[in-house]
């Protein structure tokens, strides 16, 4: 990141977009900048896509989902991948109306965007989709893991973790006692210390799952499920030389209860919302359907056009000190 000018980033300097603005036509902001790779490109015609009213560019997407990762923790940037706008366009684009697309002649159209990440190895994979001119949010959770791991917990705000071992002891304790199956979220009693404790569930700690995040609250993602799960499956063949399926009972689907957009345009800020406030408080209780209407008020996605804007705006400030030091 910007490590020499990180101040330039908090702070929001209105007066310096119309300062800008004349220049901006021949000038270009990059981020992350050089010498780090991979960085994008953004150009005056990008910013205006952030108008009231104006759908967000791929260009737009892009920029800030990298831009989040980089500003993210390093627990929570060692366990996620976020692929680029382009990806799904990619693996879903047809050569020939007339002609059948194998799911592993789809793999190698993106065989080579995960040459540098096994993406087995972390625990969230973030798809952007556009579809229709509509932008939605795919979550693949845990693909490495090959079933569902729980933990025992005190009620539904409990945080508290618990590692494989415990969660097995947990679940001999309660076999010897004839109770509940660990996989039952239902109220289950152990007696401990002389006395009978009730409100102990067990919760999924770890699923593997496909979550979609979509601020339109549309239906129609089976096609998406299906597609995704077959490059799963393509990918761990070519990655692990072996093969595994990925099919529903493996790698459950579900839509998160996610707020909604109360307009046609917003489509893009949500999803840029959606995994900035997952990057920030990642979920730790995979009971399905995610229950998330309350993630984030509506108002914080209103102001999130003029944020980006500034951002890119002063992200360009810095480059330019820089660059004259």
Not at 100 to 115: A, E, L, S
Not at 186 to 211: K, M, N, Q
Not at 240 to 249: D, K, L, V
Request: aromatic share 12%.
């Amino acid at each position: 990141m910007f490590s020499s000018c990180t101040s330039c980033q908090s702070i929001i300097l209105q007066p310096l977009r119309f300062i800008l603005f004349p220049l901006i036509d021949v000038l270009t902001r990059v981020f992350p900048p050089p010498p780090l790779k991979g960085g994008i490109t953004v150009t005056m015609e990008d910013l205006q896509c952030l108008d009231s009213g104006q759908f967000l560019n791929d260009v737009i997407i892009d920029f800030y989902l990298k831009y989040l990762l980089h500003k993210a923790s390093d627990d929570v940037t060692e366990r996620s991948h976020i692929f680029s706008s382009f990806f799904y366009k990619q693996l879903t684009r047809r050569d020939n109306a007339s002609e059948g697309i194998t799911k592993d002649r789809r793999h190698q159209r993106v065989k080579t965007w995960t040459r540098h990440v096994d993406i087995f190895k972390k625990d969230f994979l973030f798809v952007p989709v556009n579809q229709e001119a509509h932008w939605y949010l795919v979550v693949i959770c845990f693909p490495g893991l090959d079933e569902t791991r729980f933990e025992a917990w005190d009620g539904p705000n409990s945080q508290t973790g618990m590692s494989q071992s415990g969660t097995d002891e947990f679940q001999d304790q309660e076999a010897a006692q004839g109770s509940k199956s660990p996989t039952d979220t239902s109220e289950t009693f152990l007696f401990t210390d002389g006395v009978f404790r009730a409100s102990v569930c067990a919760s999924p700690l770890c699923r593997p799952c496909i979550l979609i995040m979509d601020s339109l609250k549309r239906s129609l993602h089976e096609r998406v499920f299906k597609l995704l799960r077959d490059y799963l499956e393509s990918e761990w063949e070519v990655r692990r030389g072996s093969t595994r399926e990925f099919g529903p009972e493996q790698m459950q689907s579900s839509h998160c209860q996610v707020p909604l957009q109360d307009n046609s345009s917003d489509c893009g800020l949500y999803l840029l919302q959606y995994v900035e406030s997952f990057l920030k408080d990642p979920v730790v209780h995979f009971d399905l359907p995610l229950q998330l209407e309350r993630w984030f008020p509506r108002q914080q996605v209103r102001r999130k056009r003029d944020e980006i804007r500034d951002l890119v705006l002063n992200l360009y400030r810095c480059q330019n000190l820089d660059g004259n030091r």
